[in-house]
């Protein structure tokens, strides 16, 4: 594992991102991956770049398209088309958007379709939280997940956010509907470690906790069983629905190349109809109770989502970005 400097890394991811996109554009499309990095979501950081400039090169990402178009809207509600554009910047610019919205109106959702991965569903959250919103942001993928009950890929392992602003750092959950999003699975995969429980099943359909048996498969165990199931289908029919973009089943299997996602983008207003001095004082009461709880033997405490990230980004500076050496060695080949 090597560990690399923030800036350098950007620099070298700029430079094979510039064979595709303007240099602005590639510049900051570097950013978004080493800033997943550096808040710790490795498998959607340095990890995915290489991933990502092949789905540019296929086609699955059209790098020439990097705004999404207004389809329609009616008060906070808007629906907008990505046209199959680069995931992360479109993404970026709905929830902005939304953030613009719920300013307007108190609360706000933009619908998107036709959009590229967007890599990480929390940095999208923390935007708003950032902006001082409460922010609900979620996609469907490709059949990428066991519906409970069957033996095949049949909906997705589709992402949920959600962040609260809060002076002293916002708060932010992100998380996929499986136990493990695909992308730690072929991290883990990488470094020959095993799962800590069964969380799929191997090509014969017995379960198994080694991640590259599971990717081997393609049958991935929702979280929960029938619950992550049951949220799955409705996070995927919900964001197809909104938008009228692509449903799980219309993006296919992961072999056929992930391609055209429908999103939300939720933005709600607090500060507009709540004393947020008082939301705070409460809200810190509430995590203060957290920290102080008595915790098994080989545990850390509990803690809200997103509470450590300031610390993990000082690490990251500090002691650079994490990355395989085949990985790195990807990266500097693309920019040559």
Same mark, same amino acid.
Request: with cysteine; charged share 25%.
């Given at each position: 594992?090597l560990y ?21 554009d ?28 092949? &789905?540019? !090169?296929?086609?699955l990402c059209?790098p020439?398209?990097?705004?999404a ?5 009616f008060?906070?509600? =808007?629906?907008? &088309?990505?046209n ?9 610019q709905m ?6 919205l719920?300013q !307007? ?12 991965h967007?890599?990480r569903?929390g ?5 708003m939280?950032?902006?001082?919103m409460?922010?609900?942001c ?31 750092g ?11 999003a695909?992308?730690?699975? =072929?991290?883990m995969?990488q =470094?020959?470690?095993?799962? &800590?429980?069964?969380c799929?099943?191997?090509?014969d359909g ?7 048996k599971?990717? !081997? ?16 289908i409705m ?22 190349g ?11 207003h ?7 001095e008082?939301?705070?004082?409460q809200?810190?009461?509430?995590l203060?109770?957290l920290?102080?709880l008595?915790?098994?033997?080989g545990?850390?405490g509990?803690?809200?989502?997103? =509470? ?9 500076l500090? &002691?650079?970005?994490?990355?395989a050496?085949q ?10």
């Open positions: 594992m690399i400097p923030y800036e350098e890394a950007v620099e070298a991811m700029k430079r094979g991102l510039m064979r595709y996109l303007p240099e602005d590639a510049l900051h499309f570097a950013q978004i991956f080493a800033g997943n990095s550096l808040d710790g979501v490795h498998s959607h950081g340095l990890n995915r770049y290489p991933r990502y400039l092949a &789905d540019m !090169e296929s086609g059209n020439r398209v990097t705004k178009e207004r389809v329609s809207g008060g906070g509600l =808007e629906v907008w &088309d990505a199959f554009g680069v995931g992360p910047l479109i993404a970026e929830a902005g958007r939304a953030v613009c719920a !307007e109106h108190g609360i706000a959702c933009v619908a998107l379709r036709n959009n590229s967007w890599l569903a940095r999208y959250g923390l935007m939280a950032d902006a001082g409460m922010g609900i979620f996609t469907n993928t490709c059949m990428n997940l066991t519906a409970w009950g069957a033996m095949e890929p049949s909906t997705g392992n589709n992402p949920i956010t959600l962040a609260i602003p809060r002076s002293r916002s708060l932010v959950m992100d998380m996929a509907v499986s136990q493990y695909y992308g730690k699975l =072929e991290l995969a =470094e020959g470690k095993m799962l &800590d429980t069964p799929g099943y191997d090509k017995r379960e198994t906790r080694d991640p590259a599971i990717i !081997e498969s393609g049958l991935m165990m929702p979280m929960a069983m029938w619950k992550g199931s049951a949220l799955s996070l995927d029919l919900m964001a197809s629905s909104l938008s009228l973009g692509r449903t799980s089943l219309m993006i296919g299997k992961p072999a056929d992930e391609k055209g996602m429908s999103q939300v983008f939720i933005a709600l607090p500060r507009a109809v709540v004393d947020m008082a939301v705070e004082k809200m810190e009461e509430s203060a109770f920290h102080g008595k915790t098994r033997e545990m850390r509990v803690h809200a989502p997103g =509470e450590g990230l300031a610390a993990t980004r000082e690490r990251g500090r &002691d650079g970005l994490p990355v050496e990985t790195w060695e990807k990266i500097l080949a693309a920019g040559r």
